[in-house]
C-alpha cells in the first residue's frame, strides 16, 4: 500500500469521555503533596475555584503516558491544565528531551491549558554513575502560574502562546537548576553546551521556537511513517496526517494504519499487547486522546480527493480473546463501546467490532 500523506482542518472540539477515573481532590496549599502521590488531580484554589491538574513526566509524549493523564481531566467542567517540563535531563546515563511544539499545539486543540516548567530537585539514581531520578518540579514557581490562570480570561490556545513567550527563561532556569543538582548529587549532567545552542534559539523569540519545533515534528512524523514500534500489531501503512485549525497553523501527525474503501478513509490507531489479553487501560485511553481528534477532522483529503473519515481504535492481542476474557473486561469494554457510539468512531478488537 503506497503512503499516504492526508491533510483536514479542525474548528472545534466535540467529545464526551466515558473513561475517565475519578480523581482526587487537594488543597493548592498541599500541591507538592499533590504532585508527589497523584498523576492528575483536583486542585481547590479556593471556596469557589477548582481546577483539573495532570503533569507530565517527560516533555517527550511517547513515556510515562501523558495522553492517558490527560484524558483522564476530561470528565472536568473547569480548566484543565497539564504541567509539561521545558527539558528533562536525567544525566549524560539517560535520557534528555525538550519540548516540542506539537506538545504544546495539541494541547492547544483539545483546550487544555499548559504550564511549562521545570525540575528543581532530584536523587542520585542508585543503579547508574551519572543518572538522576524521581525529579521534582519547582512547585512554588508552578502555584505562581497557577494563580495568574484563575484570573486568566482568555481561551487555552491564547494562554499557551504567551506561555512559549517564556519558554527561553524558562529553559535558562531549567538548566541552572540541573546545574545545581549536577554539583550537589556529584552527578554528570548531558552536554550544557548543546542544549544552550537549542535555547539560543528559543531565546530569538516565539515564532523561531514554534518553526524549530514544527520542523522537529515534521521530521518525526515522517519517521513514524516509516517505523513500526513493537506495541503495534499492523497491517498496512502508516500515513501522515497534517491537520490545520482555524488559526491557520499546522500540527503533524501519524495515523497507525490508513484503508480506502469508496468514498471512506479509515484512519486507525493501533494499540497492541503481546503478554496481555488485553491492551492496558492506559494504552487505551492513550489511544482514545487521538480519537478525540480524529472525530473532529472536517475537509478530509489525499490529493484534491476528498473522503468521509472513519476514526476506528484498533486493539489487538497475541492470542485469540476468549468469551471468558470478554467477560472479565466487560466493564472496560462497555464504556469503550459507550464512548465509542457517542462519538462516532469504531472499536476493533482483534478482528471483532464491539
Same mark, same amino acid.
Given at each position: 500500500?503506497?503512503?499516504?500523506?492526508?491533510?483536514?482542518?479542525?474548528?472545534?472540539?466535540?467529545?464526551?469521555?466515558?473513561?475517565?477515573?475519578?480523581?482526587?481532590?487537594?488543597?493548592?496549599?498541599?500541591?507538592?503533596?499533590?504532585?508527589?502521590?497523584?498523576?492528575?488531580?483536583?486542585?481547590?484554589?479556593?471556596?469557589?475555584?477548582?481546577?483539573?491538574?495532570?503533569?507530565?513526566?517527560?516533555?517527550?509524549?511517547?513515556?510515562?503516558?501523558?495522553?492517558?493523564?490527560?484524558?483522564?481531566?476530561?470528565?472536568?467542567?473547569?480548566?484543565?491544565?497539564?504541567?509539561?517540563?521545558?527539558?528533562?535531563?536525567?544525566?549524560?546515563?539517560?535520557?534528555?528531551?525538550?519540548?516540542?511544539?506539537?506538545?504544546?499545539?495539541?494541547?492547544?486543540?483539545?483546550?487544555?491549558?499548559?504550564?511549562?516548567?521545570?525540575?528543581?530537585?532530584?536523587?542520585?539514581?542508585?543503579?547508574?554513575?551519572?543518572?538522576?531520578?524521581?525529579?521534582?518540579?519547582?512547585?512554588?514557581?508552578?502555584?505562581?502560574?497557577?494563580?495568574?490562570?484563575?484570573?486568566?480570561?482568555?481561551?487555552?490556545?491564547?494562554?499557551?502562546?504567551?506561555?512559549?513567550?517564556?519558554?527561553?527563561?524558562?529553559?535558562?532556569?531549567?538548566?541552572?537548576?540541573?546545574?545545581?543538582?549536577?554539583?550537589?548529587?556529584?552527578?554528570?549532567?548531558?552536554?550544557?553546551?548543546?542544549?544552550?545552542?537549542?535555547?539560543?534559539?528559543?531565546? !530569538?523569540? #516565539?515564532? %523561531?521556537? $514554534?518553526?524549530?519545533?514544527?520542523?522537529? /515534528?515534521?521530521?518525526?512524523?515522517?519517521?513514524?511513517? =516509516?517505523?513500526?514500534?513493537?506495541?503495534?500489531?499492523?497491517?498496512?501503512?502508516?500515513?501522515?496526517?497534517?491537520?490545520?485549525?482555524?488559526?491557520?497553523?499546522?500540527?503533524?501527525?501519524?495515523?497507525?494504519?490508513?484503508?480506502?474503501?469508496?468514498?471512506?478513509?479509515?484512519?486507525?490507531?493501533?494499540?497492541?499487547?503481546?503478554?496481555?489479553?488485553?491492551?492496558?487501560?492506559?494504552?487505551?485511553?492513550?489511544?482514545?486522546?487521538?480519537?478525540?481528534?480524529?472525530?473532529?477532522?472536517?475537509?478530509?483529503?489525499?490529493?484534491?480527493?476528498?473522503?468521509?473519515?472513519?476514526?476506528?481504535?484498533?486493539?489487538?492481542?497475541?492470542?485469540?480473546?476468549?468469551?471468558?476474557?470478554? !467477560?472479565? #473486561?466487560? %466493564?472496560? $469494554?462497555?464504556?469503550?463501546?459507550?464512548? /465509542?457510539?457517542?462519538?462516532?468512531?469504531?472499536?476493533? =478488537?482483534?478482528?471483532?467490532?464491539?
Amino acid at each position: 500500500m503506497k503512503k499516504l500523506d492526508i491533510t483536514a482542518r479542525i474548528t472545534g472540539i466535540k467529545y464526551s469521555p466515558f473513561m475517565c477515573r475519578k480523581l482526587n481532590t487537594f488543597n493548592i496549599s498541599d500541591l507538592d503533596g499533590a504532585l508527589s502521590s497523584e498523576a492528575i488531580f483536583i486542585l481547590n484554589i479556593d471556596n469557589e475555584n477548582k481546577i483539573a491538574v495532570s503533569w507530565w513526566v517527560s516533555a517527550k509524549r511517547t513515556r510515562s503516558y501523558p495522553y492517558t493523564r490527560v484524558y483522564d481531566s476530561l470528565s472536568f467542567s473547569g480548566k484543565k491544565v497539564t504541567i509539561i517540563p521545558m527539558i528533562k535531563d536525567e544525566g549524560l546515563d539517560g535520557d534528555r528531551d525538550f519540548l516540542q511544539w506539537d506538545t504544546v499545539s495539541l494541547m492547544s486543540l483539545l483546550g487544555i491549558y499548559v504550564i511549562i516548567s521545570y525540575y528543581k530537585d532530584a536523587v542520585k539514581n542508585p543503579q547508574y554513575k551519572n543518572k538522576i531520578t524521581e525529579q521534582r518540579y519547582d512547585t512554588q514557581y508552578i502555584r505562581d502560574e497557577i494563580k495568574k490562570l484563575m484570573s486568566y480570561q482568555s481561551d487555552a490556545l491564547h494562554w499557551n502562546l504567551s506561555q512559549l513567550d517564556k519558554a527561553g527563561e524558562i529553559a535558562e532556569k531549567s538548566l541552572e537548576a540541573y546545574s545545581e543538582i549536577s554539583k550537589r548529587l556529584e552527578v554528570e549532567m548531558r552536554s550544557i553546551s548543546s542544549a544552550r545552542d537549542r535555547i539560543r534559539e528559543l531565546l !530569538q523569540g #516565539k515564532d %523561531t521556537f $514554534l518553526k524549530m519545533s514544527r520542523d522537529l /515534528a515534521k521530521q518525526a512524523q515522517a519517521r513514524e511513517t =516509516v517505523t513500526k514500534q513493537p506495541k503495534e500489531k499492523l497491517e498496512g501503512e502508516k500515513a501522515t496526517i497534517t491537520i490545520t485549525n482555524y488559526l491557520g497553523g499546522k500540527y503533524f501527525f501519524t495515523c497507525d494504519e490508513v484503508e480506502l474503501h469508496g468514498n471512506d478513509i479509515f484512519l486507525i490507531e493501533g494499540k497492541h499487547t503481546k503478554t496481555s489479553d488485553l491492551p492496558s487501560l492506559n494504552d487505551i485511553k492513550d489511544g482514545l486522546l487521538k480519537m478525540i481528534l480524529l472525530t473532529n477532522l472536517k475537509d478530509v483529503r489525499v490529493n484534491e480527493t476528498t473522503y468521509n473519515p472513519k476514526p476506528i481504535l484498533k486493539l489487538t492481542t497475541q492470542s485469540f480473546i476468549t468469551e471468558f476474557v470478554f !467477560q472479565l #473486561k466487560k %466493564t472496560i $469494554l462497555a464504556d469503550l463501546k459507550k464512548e /465509542a457510539q457517542t462519538n462516532t468512531f469504531q472499536v476493533l =478488537v482483534n478482528s471483532q467490532y464491539l
